[in-house]
């Protein structure tokens, strides 16, 4: 039986999941590369904030089930403002209500929107797989699940900017989510990395943190794969 291998410093550690993420985020899939180049669709537009807006409802049930995992009332307060920023302190507050007003500005139905009767079938299966992979491992390695907020701040730039050079159409007013994110989301990951940093206390935690850092990008890739093959 060969021994295990020692546990990787916090700088090398904190490189290996930087490397795995941005070699595989989402923000190099082809649509997304579309995207920004300005050569969607007002319907692939606006099909990508209706499906996308299902993996934001996901977002603060993934952040109960991360909550619900900490024995720690410190961890657990620095968590539940994340649940805090998405669903708000109360109704139309918040970023599910910010991406609301973002599916109105492109022309969307809020009901059918709120309602998910339009989220395509892979979409659905990867967002929930989110759900059930943060359910299924432990607590750091479900943080580390989070860590591609890492890569949000410098894409969420880019999208503002690529948004209002080519689709004029969409009142810059109604990108707020994009704008909100750019600095929750640097707060986020350094609160992210540091617990994972301090807590995966073996070189097999450290690993295991990293496959599920991968399989979150895989489920992003994904969600863009549903929506590339879209009629």
């Given at each position: ?13 904190a ?37 996308r ?140 990395i ?38």
């Amino acid at each position: 039986m060969s021994p295990e291998r020692p546990r990787l410093s916090d700088d090398e550690f904190a490189a290996w999941l930087r490397r795995e993420g941005e070699r595989r985020y989402h923000d190099q899939h082809p649509f997304h590369l579309r995207m920004h180049r300005g050569e969607l669709t007002r319907e692939q537009l606006q099909q990508w904030v209706l499906n996308r807006y299902y993996y934001q409802s996901r977002v603060p049930i993934k952040d109960a089930i991360i909550l619900s995992k900490s024995e720690d009332p410190a961890f657990r307060r620095m968590w539940i403002q994340r649940i805090h920023d998405h669903d708000g302190e109360r109704a139309g507050e918040g970023g599910l209500a910010l991406w609301l007003r973002l599916a109105e500005g492109v022309g969307l139905d809020l009901d059918e929107v709120a309602g998910f009767s339009r989220v395509l079938p892979g979409v659905r299966f990867a967002c929930d797989g989110y759900v059930q992979l943060v359910q299924r491992v432990s607590l750091v390695e479900a943080v580390a699940s989070s860590l591609t907020e890492s890569f949000a701040p410098d894409l969420m730039s880019r999208r503002i900017e690529a948004w209002e050079k080519h689709y004029p159409w969409v009142r810059s007013d109604v990108l707020e989510y994009f704008r909100t994110r750019v600095t929750r989301a640097r707060t986020d990951s350094e609160q992210a990395i540091d617990f994972v940093r301090r807590n995966a206390t073996s070189y097999d935690l450290q690993e295991r943190c990293v496959a599920a850092l991968i399989r979150k990008t895989e489920i992003l890739w994904h969600i863009l794969d549903c929506l590339q093959a879209a009629p």
